[in-house]
């Protein structure tokens, strides 16, 4: 639950507060820029390894810090914030670059210097954001990036006529390759710290006037014609079309073609994540299993050896089995952002979102809700419109993510039989697996579609989507991506299910009888398994089942190790077959169903809800989202063990 | 939903007249024109202006997408629009065609 944190801010150092500053402290530059500009690559080559993700107080919109150290020793601290079009703060990133830019963010110092990049591939479309920018009247550099590009493709810029004329230094680099970043580092090194106390001019953004359109006409076009003369003085050549991009899209965006690469793509990310995501999870399980030998060898036969190793290894273990798939996913993930083929899918897709009363840009949370809907929410910031956004993010933990697979596997290996279906072609237990994925997606389409019928009635809203020239991701890029995703997992993974096994372990303890630990049943966790018996008896389900139901509440796949412990099977996982035989003695085949179909509805995980809260801003939607999908789950269930 | 588009403001730069009846869904492939007025509610259009779509501009429809979607360059970039939209956009088109080039 990294991500919930505001990480290395102090509350309430508000900014340009008191006069009381270190003029010794290293400078703030931030990384201002339009989507697909990349902002992002040169932040990587700039800070590399010596970066930290957190949060900006009170949002989730991830902020990467990083710092960065010169050549003369001296020290920078670089911010990349969200790629943005504009200042007008329609969607959370626009709030917060521009809440950064201008100081207002409680905790969060106020940039001394700013680093504008844009692609000069696209020049007149890219400046835009200088009016505004320049308007801080803070030390700006403007880096004109994929300036290899613009040269190879025959466009010219004259940078210094452009400098000349907006009054900023100007840089060329290629991020990708790393040209030029000696003159952004020379910047750097230049930045000093403001003087808060020193009065120089209030720091805010021009806003476009709002709500009537003749100013806010006039305010874009003066903006527009300042971008034109600013274009025109540059001499600036637009580059050749880019035949590549161009080849590109007459297969990407065929008419048949388009659809069917997308599909491909598709089936090659799910077939990575079920298929070549086993090795390594074996090894990781490997890894697991062995050191938790290891512990349980090294140290004396005491509770802390049962809670460490029966408690906390095994929770823990169960959980980190994932990394690998979550890592694949978002490998691909990277792949397909980086590369310019997301925005092409995104238009492919929008059509078929548009019906189910989403829109295209919704594709990519949903897809990445395979792998986990805490950054598949996350993903769902660029989505401007406010209803598609609170409509996609409503849906997301429906799609099923991986934490699903481990309950799934030991529920169809424990009560589906190994046969053949269809001939050779698919197995019964494959089909069940199918048929619970294709589940999440009726429930997800279906709650669209009322959702934006009834609560979040559409007001007609719109899809743009700009699609960048394709380009080879970085691989440094990715690299840093995925060692920041697998960072923010195992942090989380650590923190909940330690929680829940520490709490379960001393449940199980108490009241103590004459020979130490009560039976099970007996126990403070089985009183409450009881207790709730009631609720759950209608779908065939027993004090056992309830408990696991209960500390699934935290993350679903907790309810394997709770099985394990309650069954007192040495080792749970959903390989277990000890596991597999009791549960087939203490659960019906319909209650076996109902169980499977009430995980595919129910939204057991701490970790959604908390995001949605952050993303929501209350707990309206996250209540409302917890209430339904547990209905929904219910119901399901009280159907399946009905009729199976 | 259409009474609700009718009932906001709408972006235009100057009375359009008759000039206003041909939409950007209706230009052919490759046919360069320009932006007269954007025929949709202020929160719909701010971010077609935001990315440089404003009376004056010349876009130019490039591709249409599998979904029958037009897909046009503006200034160097590619625009993906749903046809929905490219139907509020009022054009004219320039006859004038190579002339800076």
Redesign the interface.
Known sequence: MDQFESVGITPGDRAGGTALEDPDRAPVVALVGPPNSGKTTLFNQLTGLRQKVANYPGVTVEKHVGRVRLLDGKEVDVVDLPGV??F?A?TLDEKVTRDVLEGRVAGVRPPDALILIVDA?????QL?LVEPVLELDVPTLLVLNMSDELESRGGRIVDAALAEHLGVEIARTSARTGQGLDSVRAFLSRARPLDPSEPGSPRTLSNVP????LP??DA??AR?NM?REAVRVAGFV??GPSRFSERL??LF????G??LVFLAVIILVFESIFTWAVPLMDGVEFLVSSSGNWVAGAMPDTWLRSLLVDGVWAGVGSVVVFLPQILILFLFLGILEDSGYM?RAA??A???M?RAGLQGRAFLPLLSGYACAVPAILAARTI?DDRDRLATIFVTPFMTCSARLPVYALLIAAFIPDEQLLGPFMSKRAAVLLGLYALGIIAAVGTAFLLKRTLLK???????????PYRLPSPKTLALRLLDRSKVFLRRAGRIIFAVAIVLWVLMQFPRTELGAPDIEESALGMIGHAIEPAIAPLGFDWRIGIGLVTSLAAREVIVGTLGTIYGVETADEESVALQEVLRRDLSPGAAIGLLVFFAFALQCMSTVAVMRRETGGWKWPAAQFGYMLMLGYLGAFVAVRIF | ??S??RAL?????APTGGLGSLRLGDIPLRQEVELVSID?????????????L????RICPV???????P?VS?????????R??ADCLCVRILSHLQDAD
């Not at chain 1, 709002?210 to 359109?213: I, L, P, T, Y």
């Not at chain 1, 965006?253 to 048949?256: A, D, E, P």
């Not at chain 2, 970039?77 to 749903?82: I, M, Q, V, W």
Request: charged content about 25%; aromatic content about 4%; glycine content about 8%.
């Open positions: 079009h504009g007008s329609r591939t696209r020049l007149e479309n835009m709002r709500g009537q359109s806010m006409l874009f076009a527009r971008v637009p580059p899209d007459s965006l065929h008419r048949w388009g659809p925005a238009v492919i929008d059509r078929m548009y401007e559409a007001q007609p809203s719109s899809f743009l989507m700009e699609l960048p | 939903m259409d609700m588009a403001p709408v972006v235009k730069s949709l509610p202020l929160e719909l259009a701010e971010p077609l202006l935001e990315r440089g404003l009376p004056g501009c591709r249409i997408s599998p979904s029958g979607d897909i503006i200034d160097g970039s590619l625009l993906a629009l749903r929905e939209t």
